[in-house]
């Protein structure tokens, strides 16, 4: 008895550098089905073979100016309304069950809302097959002449396929068919269920034609659900208890030693036919969780996973029997999947275990979207970032298609109608952003060594051996007649014998003497047999000697060698851990040196910004020093300028003054004459008092030059008192003087001054609390060409909140004038004296006072 091999799912390829791995974007396809009603409301427009457009409903407004926004989505291939089950099955799931004969792994998914014809695309409906039954029908027609016995191969608990030999196998089926109490899966030949016969009709058939006749292939179903974040096996044969009923218990997910994920302890049926196949489907689907919603009558509460696996091994060199090495074994598998759709509560009305059931969907489905989202930006970005698989089963349980096992292809089903238009855009939404998510390409498997053509070869082998067996008439090889005309001719002949005399004693000598000659040459023939056998039988013994040493070698070797093996695999896993390590390194420094570029990047644009910035700044800070040179030259020209004009004016007013006081002198003088005469004309007895001299220019001018520009009048002659309005600030008040930063210092002869002022440059609540009066000086520019200073004043009184207000009341103005300027009109004095200039800053302040009050302006002395 040999051995039996083992086989495993294949091993995931080593890592590669990323530009060396062909990537292909996840499949996306989608399937529009037909309205409910004719008079219902579309919202879904098929415009081209991969375009669909999509309406927003009437009522719904798209943006805030109430116009509608229709927006395109792009897919592989569109299906419309009209597309049959065979037309949808031939471009997408036709490949796929190629791969999986090919050795290549698939992942096929319907997604969309819930009522969208996820279920009907998957299972189908009678004589309207679905993927799943047209999937399973193209695999048994194409492997059919080809598939192994029962129990030639034989799953194990560890995602792993073991091939037994033909006797284990022989065993195994008896036992199966001994056993009653176990119920058997349909055979072959039986009839057909007229259920499923209807589904797929015999001008749909099809197989695939790249078939490798060198290999025995068998097929083996599991049938799970995902319902609640929980997996359980719609295909196991739990115990049923009247009294004490057990839930169905669910299972868990586990890694095997190839970083492939399986459901632990699943049950795994092989199957022989479509109909035993199906037949185990339908088994499956009695126990899947369905309910009534208000959107659908039959609403799926579960993700469903159909999983067929194809285990394959090749023929030995003489194309009977399995080749009993597990290193040529393949196990590739096609999982179908349904998702449970999309739902909102607000619509579905759902409570209970129908709320937490749709919770529980939309979460597993945002999972779903997450992991998208992540996988596309890692791939566009370049970045690192962990997938969060295990947030889900679902996505847990295929993450191995995603980091590329095998094709992934999805198909999204739209209903058309108004009222699934908001889940529909989130839909489309998910599905544009999945065709951007790459996976890798799956490697081909290795080619076995043996020769084609082997299971041909000993079929016609067979076949010329059954027609020379039918020839001959038996199954014996020893009445071959070549051999035996071969003995007899080497015999001797027989004598003629023919008696016609009872008496004759010649003929009978004759043949008593051949036939004893015949029966000596027997005996040696057997004599020289028996020493040949005896020859051949030592022969054989020693034979066995020398192979019995020789597999004693060979076993010496062979422990030797699985020795070396174990010390290989251990040196492949740390090589690969390695290489993981490694790779991760390569990331990792990859995205060093983008951060690194990034930052140096911004470094540089930094110091050219900085550098800009400085040679604008040094160009700003120069301008400003040729401007305070120029106005520093300018402010030295103006200063000498209004210097000399002051100085001049000056003088003038020196001089005008001087003239002014000596004619009031003599008239003084002549007054005091005529007051003295008259005194004393009335009165003879009193002395005349000598005539008053009068003073000399000299001591004239230099009183004159002793006196201020405003002489006090003599004490003889009593002062004249203009009428006029006394200025405010000339009070005994306490005044804030606030003088903004931005005046200018006029370098004048007379300035305001106010006594018991606190002077500010802003205002503030402080200062105001301490005074009674506020003044405000004010400057700007005249019509003249020169500065204007406004002396703006007003009342400080308290408010209601606490807080200090002003109230102004009049406006007093300073204005300086050039007595060279064109509008000034000259005078003429008297006739002694010189041409007078008016200059208000020479004379008196003249200033223009206006009132809140309705004052009128009077002129200041």
Same mark, same amino acid.
């Given at each position: 008895m040999q051995r039996a091999g083992k086989g495993k799912t294949p091993r995931r390829p080593g890592p590669k550098k990323a530009s060396n791995i062909e990537k292909d974007p996840v499949g996306v396809y989608c399937r529009i089905r037909p309205l409910g009603a004719e008079d219902e409301e579309c919202c879904v427009e098929m415009i081209s073979s991969s375009t669909i457009q999509l309406h927003p409903p009437d009522g719904l407004k798209a943006n805030r100016n109430g116009e509608y926004k229709e927006t395109q989505y792009s897919f592989k291939k569109v299906f419309g309304i009209n597309t049959t089950q065979m037309e949808l099955f031939e471009d997408v799931s036709k490949p796929l069950v190629d791969d999986l004969i090919h050795c290549k792994n698939g992942l096929l998914f319907t997604y969309g809302v819930t009522g969208s014809g996820k279920t009907f695309t998957m299972t189908g409906s009678p004589g309207e097959g679905g993927l799943l039954p047209r999937c399973l029908d193209m695999l048994f027609n194409s492997i059919g002449p080809f598939q192994a016995k029962r129990f030639v191969f034989k799953p194990d608990d560890k995602n792993g396929m073991e091939i037994q030999s033909q006797v284990d196998a022989l065993l195994e089926r008896q036992k199966r068919d001994s056993q009653q109490s176990v119920p058997k899966t349909p055979s072959s030949r039986q009839k057909a269920d007229p259920e499923f016969a209807d589904m797929i009709s015999s001008e749909e058939a099809c197989k695939s034609e790249n078939v490798d006749e060198d290999c025995c292939y068998s097929i083996f179903v599991s049938y799970i659900e995902i319902y609640n974040n929980y997996i359980y096996d719609l295909l196991e044969e739990a115990p049923f208890d009247p009294i004490r009923p057990k839930p169905p218990q669910s299972k868990i997910l586990r890694e095997d030693q190839n970083h492939n994920m399986y459901v632990a302890g699943c049950t795994e049926v092989e199957v022989k036919s479509t109909?035993?196949?199906?037949?185990?489907?339908?088994?499956?689907?009695?126990?899947?969780? $369905?309910a009534n919603t208000q959107l659908n009558r039959e609403s799926s509460r579960s993700h469903s996973v159909f999983t067929?696996?194809?285990?394959?091994?090749?023929?030995?060199?003489?194309?009977?029997?399995?080749?009993?090495?597990?290193?040529?074994? @393949?196990?590739?598998?096609?999982?179908?999947?349904?998702?449970?759709?999309?739902?909102?509560? !607000?619509?579905?009305?759902?409570?209970?275990?129908?709320?937490?059931?749709?919770?529980? $969907? @939309?979460?597993?489905?945002?999972?779903?979207?997450?992991?998208?989202?992540?996988?596309?930006?890692?791939?566009?970005?370049?970045?690192?970032? *962990?997938?969060?698989?295990?947030?889900?089963?679902?996505?847990?349980?295929?993450?191995?298609y995603f980091d590329g096992e095998g094709k992934v292809r999805m198909i999204v089903c739209v209903n058309p109608k108004a009222d699934d238009y908001e889940e529909t855009m989130l839909v489309m939404r998910f599905a544009e952003m999945t065709q951007e998510v790459e996976v890798a390409r799956p490697v081909d498997r290795p080619i076995c060594g043996l020769a084609a053509g082997r299971r041909h070869r000993n079929q016609a082998f067979r076949d010329e051996l059954s027609r020379r067996l039918e020839e001959r008439g038996g199954p014996s090889n020893a009445d071959d007649p070549v051999l035996l005309n071969q003995l007899?001719? !080497?015999?001797?002949?027989?004598?003629?014998?023919?008696?016609?005399?009872?008496a004759d004693d010649q003929t009978l000598p004759r043949l008593i003497e051949v036939l004893e000659r015949r029966h000596r040459i027997r005996q040696m023939m057997t004599e020289q047999f028996n020493k040949t056998a005896s020859t051949l039988k030592s022969m054989l013994e020693q034979f066995d000697s020398q192979i019995n040493a020789k597999e004693t070698f060979l076993h010496e070797q062979q422990s030797k060698l699985s020795q070396k093996d174990k010390v290989i695999i251990n040196q492949?896993?740390? $090589?690969?851990?390695?290489?993981?390590?490694?790779?991760?390194?390569?990331?990792? $420094?990859?995205?060093?040196?983008?951060?690194?570029? *990034?930052?140096?990047?911004?470094?540089?644009?930094?110091?050219?910004?900085?550098?800009?910035?400085?040679?604008?700044?040094?160009?700003?800070?120069?301008?400003?020093?040729?401007?305070?040179?120029?106005?520093?030259?300018?402010?030295?020209?103006?200063?000498?300028?209004?210097?000399?004009?002051?100085?001049?004016?000056?003088?003038?007013?020196?001089?005008?003054?001087?003239?002014?006081?000596?004619?009031?002198?003599?008239?003084?003088?002549?007054?005091?004459?005529?007051?003295?005469?008259?005194?004393?004309?009335? !009165?003879?007895?009193?002395?005349?008092?000598?005539?008053?001299?009068?003073? !000399?220019?000299?001591?004239?001018?230099n009183i004159a030059q002793k006196r201020s520009a405003s002489p006090s009048p003599l004490p003889t002659a009593p002062p004249v008192h203009p009428m006029h309005r006394r200025s405010h600030s000339a009070g005994g008040e306490k005044w804030v003087d606030h003088k903004p930063p931005s005046n200018l210092d006029l370098d004048t002869v007379m300035q305001p001054i106010i006594p018991n002022a606190i002077k500010v440059s802003t205002p503030n609540e402080k200062a105001l609390s301490k005074c009674h009066k506020y003044i405000l000086r004010h400057q700007e520019l005249a019509s003249d060409g020169e500065i204007e200073t406004k002396l703006i004043k007003g009342n400080v009184f308290k408010t209601r909140s606490g807080g200090q207000a002003v109230q102004f009341t009049d406006i007093e103005t300073l204005k300086q004038e050039c007595p060279t300027a064109p509008s000034r009109k000259r005078r003429s004095g008297s006739a002694e004296g010189p041409v007078q200039v008016e200059d208000s800053e020479n004379r008196a302040p003249v200033a223009s006072t206006s009132s809140s009050h309705g004052y009128q302006k009077r002129r200041k002395p």
């Open positions: 109909e035993e196949a199906f037949e185990v489907f339908w088994k499956g689907q009695k126990k899947r969780r $369905i067929v696996k194809l285990a394959q091994a090749p023929l030995d060199a003489d194309g009977d029997h399995i080749l009993q090495d597990k290193s040529q074994v @393949n196990v590739s598998q096609l999982c179908l999947v349904d998702l449970a759709g999309s739902e909102r509560t !607000s619509r579905t009305r759902a409570e209970g275990s129908r709320l937490r059931e749709a919770g529980n $969907i @939309n979460q597993s489905l945002m999972t779903l979207r997450t992991c998208m989202e992540v996988l596309r930006e890692n791939q566009m970005c370049g970045t690192n970032k *962990m997938v969060p698989y295990r947030d889900s089963k679902v996505t847990h349980l295929f993450k191995n007899v001719e !080497s015999l001797p002949a027989l004598p003629h014998c023919e008696l016609v005399d009872p492949r896993t740390e $090589i690969e851990r390695l290489e993981k390590k490694s790779k991760t390194l390569e990331y990792k $420094i990859d995205i060093l040196q983008k951060t690194t570029g *990034m930052y140096e990047q911004d470094k540089r644009s930094l110091q050219q910004e900085l550098e800009t910035r400085e040679q604008k700044l040094q160009r700003e800070l120069s301008e400003r020093r040729r401007m305070e040179q120029r106005m520093q030259g300018m402010v030295t020209d103006t200063k000498l300028k209004w210097e000399k004009e002051c100085e001049r004016r000056v003088n003038a007013k020196q001089l005008e003054m001087q003239n002014k006081l000596w004619v009031k002198d003599e008239k003084l003088k002549q007054l005091k004459a005529i007051v003295t005469e008259s005194s004393g004309g009335g !009165s003879c007895l009193t002395e005349r008092p000598d005539k008053p001299e009068r003073p !000399s220019r000299e001591r004239d001018r």
